[in-house]
């Protein structure tokens, strides 16, 4: 649907309740599940996204998660600094007051203020970049810790379930839907070797060592808004996965994007290796906003949370290929593929540091 024209777009835009009308409107790419396009209007600039009803299924329930978690959070901050305001994406509603629309043929498109800044490139990653980064996740779980999870919807369960996940993985080997299998049997082998630890988190949940928090759930630096001339973050965006969970994941999501020497699917996975150092500004700059929010049990969970969702990475993105890449968008043959093996050479990389990564959080514990 990316080949939507001009005048469609302008049409779906005009259904949302902005007060503006717009000039231009361009495709942005970037994102593995939804349609983006960046609209600029007389007063403002928009951001409209299709929603990706496969994913989720339910667009009324991201939409009420969004709604009350943007709404807690732009309260906390207008009762405290005003400057962090950038900090939420301000969600505009249609001319009937719904937070999305559906069109004739179907499509969900919701209607955000585009925040005005840059995503920056993998290639790009410095430790200024990762400790501002870490300071945005921190300040998003700062600004909902008091916000009570169980409001929210669940709106893909499991899905940092890093064991079934990797059961997910060992099913779709065995289906072997797209008859690729044999040719990713030693990768996927490998990555399913990891099944004895990937559970630590989901077990700590379930014995209730580890709380249930608001989360987002999908914290890659791409999904992080700077600034273009300080390099501060200005936003965390993408809050579609917004709902219950555990913030090591975000913490870990993070991390896993950020602290890498190659992209998410770089060809030659022997270019892709752990960078220890992003690492300590990313841990630094998150516990600076969130250390007083931690329990001691995330602080210990806190350093192998990256490996966790590394692997669960690894083992979602090979899934997919074997399933005949029906889930994240593609642009190329095997990409689902070189991803997952980018992920389990970055996966191997933090094996190596773990304890480098847990002397990091001690030291700032
Ligand atoms: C997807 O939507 P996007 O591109 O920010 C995915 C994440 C993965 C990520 C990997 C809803 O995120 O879980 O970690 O790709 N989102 C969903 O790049 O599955
Ligand atoms: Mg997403």
């Known amino acids: 649907m990316s080949n939507m024209n001009t005048q469609e777009i302008f049409s779906i835009f005009s259904q949302f309740d902005t007060g503006d009308v717009p000039t231009s409107a361009d495709v942005m790419r970037g994102g593995h599940i939804n349609d983006t396009y960046k609209i600029t209007g007389k007063h403002g600039t928009y951001t409209l996204q299709r929603i990706n009803t496969n994913v989720f299924t339910r667009p009324s329930d991201i939409m009420r998660n969004i709604l009350l978690v943007t709404r807690h959070m732009a309260e ?3 009762s405290k600094d005003k400057k962090a305001e950038a900090f939420v994406p301000t969600v505009f509603l249609s001319r009937n007051g719904e937070p999305y629309i559906t069109t004739e043929e179907g499509s969900c498109y919701r209607l955000l203020r585009y925040v005005d800044g840059i995503t920056v490139n993998q290639s790009d990653y410095n430790e200024n970049i990762l400790r501002e980064a870490g300071r945005a996740v921190g300040m998003f779980h700062s600004l909902t810790f008091d916000l009570a999870p169980e409001i929210l919807v669940n709106v893909i369960p499991g899905f940092h379930d890093t064991p079934a996940r990797l059961f997910a993985l060992h099913t779709a080997l065995n289906d072997d839907k797209a008859g690729r299998a044999a040719s990713v049997r030693d990768i996927a082998e490998e990555i399913l070797s990891y099944k004895s630890i990937c559970g630590s988190v989901a077990h700590a949940i379930e014995d209730g060592s580890v709380l249930l928090r608001v989360t987002h759930n999908d914290t ?14 200005l936003c965390l965006i993408d809050l579609d996965t917004v709902m219950p969970g555990s913030l090591l994941y975000d913490f870990g999501d993070a991390v896993r994007s950020g602290t890498t ?6 060809p030659d996975a022997r270019k892709v290796s752990f960078l220890p150092d992003l690492y300590e500004a990313f841990a630094d700059g998150y516990l600076k906003e969130a250390q007083a929010l931690l329990t001691p049990r995330e602080l210990e969970l806190l350093p192998i949370s990256p490996l966790l969702v590394t692997i669960e990475c690894a083992a979602r993105f090979l899934t997919d290929y074997l399933c005949g890449d029906v889930y994240f968008k593609t642009s190329r043959p095997h990409q689902n593929l070189d991803r997952a093996k980018a992920q389990l050479s970055l996966a191997k990389g933090m094996e190596r540091h773990l304890p480098l990564m847990r002397r990091v959080i001690e030291k700032r514990a």
């Open 76 to 78: 906390k901050i207008a």
């Open 220 to 233: 890659k630096i791409d999904n992080i808004i700077f600034d273009r001339k300080t390099g501060k973050a």
């Open 261 to 266: 020497s190659g992209a998410e699917d770089e």
